[in-house]
Each structure stands twice: as structure tokens, then as C-alpha cells.
């Protein structure tokens, strides 16, 4: 979706950050593999935290 999208860091050094806009992103990931890879392995690392803990949240209130 092209919805914005906002989130906050707390930095404990110095930093440089990067934009990049929506049409941007999509293109480097397309020429460059490896990163869309990379960001592929992020976010299901992400999911699957995520259903386990669902789990034993479920579990823990005795649902199945």
C-alpha cells in the first residue's frame, strides 16, 4: 500500500538515515535480489515471532 508509514528509533550514536520513496524501494529491489531476499528472511523471522507468540499467549489463556 502507498499509506504512509512512521516509525521511532532512539539512536545511541550518531546516525545517518536514508528515505526512500515507495517507487524507489520497488526498484531496487528488483535490481538487486540479494536485498529483497534479505528483507524477505527479516519479515518472516518477524512472522513467525509473532505466531509464537500468539501461541502462548493463547496458550497461556488456556485456548487452543
Do not use: N
Request: charged content about 30%; glycine content about 4%; hydrophobic content about 35%.
Amino acid at each position: 500500500s502507498r499509506e504512509p508509514r512512521s516509525a521511532d528509533c532512539l539512536a545511541l550514536t550518531d546516525m545517518v538515515t536514508l528515505k526512500i520513496d515507495h517507487d524507489d524501494y520497488r526498484q531496487l529491489l528488483s535490481e538487486k535480489p540479494s536485498i529483497a531476499q534479505g528483507v524477505i528472511r527479516v519479515l518472516s523471522g518477524r512472522l513467525s515471532d509473532t505466531m509464537k507468540q500468539i501461541q502462548q499467549r493463547r496458550k497461556a489463556l488456556g485456548e487452543s
